[in-house]
């Protein structure tokens, strides 16, 4: 008979979902009288059931002396399907697998080469690690506004530069789903002895149907962090680290990932990691291939509408659905904002963009309730067309004064925004989404950044980590 809290039979395969479903069912059966941690002890007569299907992964999944072996066992099943020799489950999402590898990476003052697209959690990965980040930029695409790769020479000349560079460290996928030559680039690293790292946060189902892309592993990288919350039906924070060691080294890895991961990982994340991997294995060419049809329904619909287009072509990940509004001349905050009220969030809105999330948990039917709303929206908001605009995030060219170890650590000081041009930051400021920062710490305030961010907010984006998101001020570098 079926489990309806299994409905997939998962859990044969999938070692920590079936603890988790097994531990779950005694709690809410009264079975147990916990005088361990989590502090709600089950109950719901406290704080409620915001804490219903909660277990720790040690002392509830499995005892807090023996969880590491059913863990380790769920790890090695990732490990195998992903083609890797090295596997960990992280309850703190991409940021924490980021983070992990930029501490397996190198030694402090090492030159890293790394993109300028990166997530925001990347580089506080390279503060923590103390790396000195050789810059790439990704190629932006005119028509449309976006980022595409980084080009396969870039990443070849500036190793050529940095003999002593000790990892490329990319994001392929893009934010906007624009993949690039990861073959390339990891033949590039290899060539020059040091491994290829990618951030492809967004990209856990690629690999697993022909349509697809292969994933990075396939493509050639030592190293992927991915976040099973974000494009397979896991809970949230939940992501993975996946490495092929031999430039790697497995201890190395190992003390990295630990080091920043809490002691304490949430069982139900864990096992939602494990049953997204159990489903991948069993159904993911199955639901892979909904997915792409899916999504090529809805490119085929939002194409119908006048002057609406959607991203897409040899180097755009097929199912990934960006949608571009310029020719409308609609906003793609007012848009949002109605989806919104219609109860479809989107992943982004800016101005001449929208990104839909589409995952294997979509069905043509909410996919065509999306892609109608949507047109119907664009209808209330039409406006005369205009040329789109490359967000700031996309076009940064950094100033570099200093490494952005060594700036985080500076003393700060408070300037008004024009007394701060030409200053250096001492904080990383990121419009969100995407979080790629416009300004890091040891950067120049030049006078394009300060007015792409004011545009930004101006446009409606939310201005993340600055200490000052209305940019009157900023945080500068002392001077001595
Ligand atoms: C490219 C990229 N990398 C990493 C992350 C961080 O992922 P998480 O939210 O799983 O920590 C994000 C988040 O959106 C991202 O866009």
Request: aromatic share 4%.
């Amino acid at each position: 008979m079926t489990d309806p809290r299994d409905p997939r039979g998962l859990r044969s395969d999938a070692p920590l979902l079936d603890a988790w479903l097994r531990f779950t069912a005694q709690a809410e059966a009264g079975e147990l009288t916990p005088m361990s941690v989590p502090g709600h002890k089950q109950r719901r007569d406290l704080t409620g059931a915001v804490t219903a299907g909660d277990a720790p992964l040690y002392g509830g999944l499995d005892t807090i002396k023996h969880a590491d072996e059913l863990l380790a066992e769920a790890e090695r099943r990732a490990a195998r399907l992903w083609g890797a020799d090295w596997c960990r489950f992280s309850v703190a999402g991409s940021t924490h697998g980021n983070q992990a590898l930029a501490l397996a990476a190198g030694e402090p003052g090492q030159p890293v080469v790394v993109t300028r697209a990166l997530h925001r959690s990347l580089l506080l990965g390279i503060v923590l690690a103390g790396l000195d980040p050789v810059w790439v930029l990704p190629e932006v695409d005119p028509a449309s506004g976006l980022p595409g790769p980084v080009p396969a020479g870039a990443v070849q000349d500036v190793l050529a530069r940095h003999p002593d560079a000790c990892a490329v460290f990319l994001g392929d996928p893009s934010y906007v789903g624009t993949t690039g030559d990861l073959a390339g680039h990891a033949a590039a690293a290899h060539r020059a002895g040091v491994p290829l790292l990618v951030d492809a946060a967004w990209a856990a189902h690629l690999g697993f149907h022909p349509g697809l892309p292969p994933h990075a592993l396939a493509a050639g990288a030592d190293a992927m962090v991915t976040s099973a919350h974000k494009a397979l039906p896991a809970y949230t924070q939940g992501a993975l680290v996946l490495a092929r060691t031999g430039l790697l080294d497995p201890a190395r890895l190992h003390r990295a990932f630990e080091a920043t991961h809490t002691t304490s990982p949430a069982g139900a994340i864990m096992a939602s990691i494990d049953a997204a991997r159990a489903l991948l294995a069993r159904d993911g060419e199955e639901l892979c291939g909904r997915l792409l049809r899916t999504v090529a329904a809805a490119r085929d619909r939002l194409r119908q509408v006048p002057g609406l287009d959607v991203l897409d072509g040899p180097g755009v990940e097929p199912a990934k659905l960006v949608i571009l509004l310029a020719g409308t001349g609609a906003h793609g905050n007012q848009v949002e904002a109605d989806l919104i009220a219609a109860g479809m969030p989107v992943e982004m809105a800016d101005r001449d963009t929208i990104i839909p999330i589409v995952t294997l948990a979509d069905d043509q039917a909410a996919a065509a309730r999306f892609t109608d709303t949507l047109a119907a929206i664009v209808e209330a908001h039409r406006g005369p067309p205009r040329r789109p605009v490359p967000a700031a995030s996309w076009t940064v060219i950094p100033d570099v004064a200093m490494p952005p170890r060594q700036a985080f650590f500076c003393r700060n000081e408070t300037r008004s925004a024009a007394e701060a041009v030409g200053r250096i930051s001492g904080e990383l400021v990121a419009p969100y989404p995407p979080g790629v920062p416009v300004l890091a710490p040891g950067e120049v305030i030049t006078a394009a950044a300060l007015d792409a961010l004011r545009a930004a907010r101006a446009d409606g984006g939310r201005i993340a980590y600055a200490a000052d998101p209305t940019l009157a001020t900023f945080q500068v570098i002392a001077r001595a």
